[in-house]
């Protein structure tokens, strides 16, 4: 592939990621004939044809949707390649990208990475908050907070405190001061992922049988726990922060943690002081 082309790999992503020029064109920040030619220019240099044309836009090829993954791989490794050349490797300036779970980079992180910006004002950060785990390998991040064991080879991870998981309501919610279970008390559970109420089980409890909301999103959970909608579970240290009321105290569970740094960066200056900083004071925070 010549090197035109790779200015026209973003084109490409913008239109199957979003789902149309239009929208493409506005996440790109360029006109709509511009992703247009982008786009038809890669065609004509792979020679191959990436959407077919309707009435209604475009629509994406087998061939394109075998293309997509490479074409992300290759954004990635250009961003990293940006972050690399964006300061010394000895120094603490420049940009560290961190991807964290909607929870951890909305609760968790902003404290911690205000005080590393304090310490070291050369730094910029970039944050990918995201419930789906980044490929470090590919360069997609540069430190990762993950709640489930990283699989990758040629990573370095460093097994942070586990986070305890409890149930709290709004001070608000009226609930029976001499609750025993969650049966009958209105609850917040998950929808199509369905794990919540399965692990209920597993800890031998009874399930709840006042389900008022059903959602998947841990941060709308958390907010209808704060209205003061029902019951629901968060982070023990973070509904204390949130002011939430915890619900049968006695009940919680672990919830494993991870930072994670892919080694070849784990020696620079300013990821491995952002890795340090965190793996030595998240614990308070999460």
Not at 97 to 104: G, I, K, M, P
Not at 117 to 124: F, I, K, S, V, Y
Not at 151 to 169: H, T, W
Not at 255 to 276: G, K, N, S
Request: net charge neutral.
């Amino acid at each position: 592939m010549s090197m035109t082309s790779l200015t026209h790999i973003p084109a490409f992503h913008a239109v199957m990621t979003k789902g149309s020029l239009s929208a493409a064109a506005r996440h790109l920040r360029l006109a709509q004939p511009t992703v247009r030619r982008h786009v038809e220019a890669l065609e004509d240099e792979l020679g191959v044809t990436l959407f077919t044309r309707a009435a209604n836009g475009l629509t994406p090829t087998a061939m394109a949707e075998t293309l997509l993954p490479f074409a992300v791989s290759t954004l990635e490794e250009a961003a990293a390649l940006n972050r690399a050349a964006s300061a010394r490797a000895d120094v603490l300036e420049g940009v560290v990208r961190l991807t964290a779970s909607r929870v951890a980079a909305t609760h968790v992180l902003p404290p911690a990475l205000a005080e590393i910006g304090r310490q070291a004002p050369g730094l910029r950060f970039e944050l990918a908050a995201t419930d789906v785990a980044e490929n470090l390998v590919q360069r997609a991040a540069d430190i990762a907070l993950r709640f489930t064991p990283p699989q990758q080879q040629a990573l370095v991870a460093a097994r942070l405190a586990d986070v305890e998981i409890g149930f709290f309501a709004a001070p608000r919610l009226d609930l029976p001061a001499d609750l025993t279970d969650l049966t009958g008390v209105p609850f917040i559970a998950d929808d199509r992922e369905a794990q919540m109420l399965p692990r209920l089980a597993e800890m031998g409890l009874s399930l709840p049988r006042n389900v008022v909301m059903r959602c998947d999103d841990p941060l709308a959970q958390i907010a209808y726990v704060q209205a003061g909608l029902g019951v629901g579970v968060c982070q023990v240290k973070l509904a204390q922060r949130l002011g939430l009321v915890r619900v049968l105290p006695d009940l919680s569970y672990p919830m494993p943690a991870w930072l994670v740094v892919h080694e070849d960066q784990a020696q620079v200056a300013r990821i491995r002081h952002v890795f340090d900083h965190l793996k030595k004071t998240l614990g308070h925070w999460m």
